[in-house]
């Protein structure tokens, strides 16, 4: 069975310019979630998407957004880039909603800001 | 906030010596779970420890949850290069959100 899948993999952008990440999860997970990871630290958690509806929120400005589809796939939507939102992007699929829940993570999109 | 401070940052071991790699927090958290994560990959659930003081044996690797559940650690036996890695706890609290800490990098050398 495929794992969870992002895209892209590699992304280069300047400040100021919009940005959107794809994933599409497990066959049979309904719950998405994306994580932020910056080099050389742990994921921080951005949202949590469970039957299209959002459940959980990080401490993340406004410029970060996110909407899950029928299909249970996912967009994140990056406004306004700025350098420091160079990182590694994870999304992460469970069968439930939960922090508790089983992740199971892609290989993430690397975007980096010039 | 909660946060979880993983000891050490960096380990660097030669082929079968063992190792222990703490996650701690002034929180309680009603799970914890533990992944790896090798370079240019996403990370890998080991893991999920639910009840204090519960101990958990996946081949060479123990993880423990502490009794209080605010703490865990995580024990390599005779460790090998295959277990290089960067580790990664992670604890569920309020609602949806899970909490990772800062992260273990493993290095382990013939």
């Known amino acids: 069975d495929a794992g969870v899948t992002q895209s892209p993999t590699h992304l280069i952008k300047t400040r100021g310019q919009h940005v959107t990440l794809r994933c599409s999860p497990i066959?049979?997970?309904?719950?998405v979630s994306w994580y932020q990871q910056v080099l050389g630290q742990g994921p921080q958690f951005i949202f949590q998407?469970?039957?299209?509806?959002?459940?959980g929120r990080g401490n993340f400005p406004d410029r970060f957004s996110a909407r899950q589809f029928p299909n249970y796939s996912s967009e994140l939507n990056v406004n306004a880039l700025l350098l420091g939102d160079s990182a590694l992007y994870l999304c992460?699929?469970?069968?439930?909603?939960?922090?508790?829940?089983?992740?199971?993570f892609g290989d993430g999109t690397r975007l980096s800001i010039l | 906030t909660q946060l979880l401070e993983q000891s050490p940052q960096f380990l660097s071991i030669q082929e079968g010596e063992n190792l222990t790699v703490y996650c701690n927090s002034s929180?309680?958290?009603?799970?914890l779970q533990w992944y790896r994560q090798e370079p240019g990959e996403g990370p890998v659930l080991l893991v999920t420890?639910?009840?204090?003081?519960e101990v958990k044996k996946l081949k060479r690797l123990t993880f423990q949850f502490g009794d209080a559940r605010k703490d865990s650690s995580l024990h390599i036996t005779a460790a090998q290069p295959g277990d290089t890695g960067l580790y990664l706890c992670?604890?569920?609290?309020?609602?949806?959100?899970?909490?990772f800490g800062t992260g273990t990098r493993l290095q382990v050398t013939l």
């Open positions: 992460a699929s469970s069968f439930i909603a939960g922090g508790g829940q089983p992740q199971h």
């Open positions: 066959s049979g997970h309904k719950s």
């Open positions: 998407y469970y039957e299209k509806e959002e459940r």
């Open positions: 929180s309680v958290f009603s799970s």
């Open positions: 420890v639910v009840t204090g003081g």
């Open positions: 992670a604890g569920a609290g309020t609602a949806s959100k899970l909490t």
